[in-house]
């Protein structure tokens, strides 16, 4: 079986929409978790583990994609594994996709709630995310990436805009002792962001809509790293500016927006970057969301995925309420289930078909 649709996207436009499947939600969870397990060194998880975590995740994948070209991990895990384990396949990644999504959708709601609108009920943003990702999704991969290189790139100066304004309330002494505490804290600090990192795994989905295959390794280690460098400079400038105390903040970067005052008049920034953010967000989602439709289609044998586009929002929206009773449980989530649960998804399914290709000799090689 062939991708569903016809359409291509460039290399830097897969790179660009690997950056957005980890950014946003990252840029606003991963610091305060890091900071509280690894303290001073939090930075290092950031610009250097999740790194090389990530380039790993991209290394299995791609190589995984490049031995099937122009097809879909569903279809040809049927060659690897054989017709009934690859629909079982399918079906643990409609489960994932739409796990995952509906998490990522109460990830915004809750922010949303928690920082700007209390008195609003959940649902509703909820429902406006899940309602203009729909959209995004009807109109196919092409659009979202075009959408995406904009988002993205609005996203990433309002980061530096932050960052720029707010350095003169940085103390450097506050990244210090360097590796306090020795490893363990840093690998620690490491664990729970390594799942955010890891989401670049989606690349194998995405892979038969790229115009050259062969292109995806480097664009996903280019996409890895660019990331690394985001997330290091993110956790480095909150803990700069709010030391270890930033793991009391539940959204530090959010906060560290609010400080933004210069000359008495450039004030209230962070409602520009909630604009941004959102927008980053539902590219996220997005990306997610049109890969649920095209792996549910892929493994019940459908031609069209846009039929799938609205049952699978209603079903992501109900989840995004009913998935956890309050925010306190999303969190324990992340900090515990999350790391083992991750690294099954995005790092050992994908590579233990590549092990078992590689073995029954299944596929081309790999560019």
């Known amino acids: 079986m062939k991708a569903l649709e016809s359409e291509k996207i460039s290399g830097s436009q897969f790179m660009w929409l690997l950056v957005a499947t980890v950014l946003p939600t990252s840029l606003l969870f991963i610091p305060a978790v890091t900071i ?59 489960f994932i996709f739409s796990y995952v999504n509906a998490i990522m959708v109460r990830e915004f709601g809750e922010f949303m709630v928690t920082a700007f609108m209390p008195e609003t009920p959940l649902l509703v943003f909820n429902i406006f995310l899940i309602g203009l990702a729909a959209l995004a999704v009807r109109n196919g991969i ?75 390794k480097i664009a996903g280690i280019k996409a890895v790293i660019l990331l690394g460098l985001a997330l290091g400079i993110d956790i480095g400038m909150v803990l700069a500016v709010f030391g270890k105390a930033a793991s009391n903040y539940v959204f530090p970067v959010h906060v560290l927006s609010s400080y933004i005052s210069v000359a008495g008049f450039l004030e209230r920034v962070e409602a520009f970057v909630l604009a941004l953010w959102v927008g980053g967000v539902m590219i996220k989602v997005s990306v997610w969301y049109y890969c649920l439709t095209l792996v549910t289609a892929q493994t019940f044998g459908l031609e069209d995925n846009k039929s799938l586009v609205l049952p699978l929002g209603v079903i992501q929206a109900v989840w995004s309420i009913t998935i956890f009773n309050n925010f306190r449980e999303m969190v324990d989530f992340f900090v515990k289930p999350w790391v083992t649960f991750s690294l099954f998804f995005e790092f050992i399914v994908p590579a233990t078909l590549l092990l078992i290709a590689v073995v029954r000799k299944r596929g081309g090689q790999s560019g």
């Open 36 to 94: 509280e397990k690894a303290g001073t060194s939090a930075w290092i998880d950031g610009l250097v583990v999740e790194t090389i975590w990530g380039i790993a995740v991209v290394w299995v994948c791609s190589t995984l994609g490049e031995r099937f070209p122009g097809r879909s991990l569903v279809d040809y895990s049927g060659d690897i594994l054989g017709k009934v384990l690859s629909k079982l396949v399918g079906i643990f990644y409609i």
């Open 142 to 216: 092409e659009v979202i990436a075009r959408m995406n290189q904009f988002v993205i790139s609005l996203m990433i100066f309002a980061l530096i805009f932050i960052f720029v304004l707010v350095v003169q309330e940085a103390e450097l002494n506050h990244l210090l002792p360097f590796l306090e505490g020795g490893i363990k804290p840093l690998m620690r600090g490491a664990l729970m962001p390594m799942g955010w990192q890891g989401e670049v795994f989606l690349l194998v989905f995405l892979l038969p809509y790229l115009n050259n295959h062969r292109e995806a």
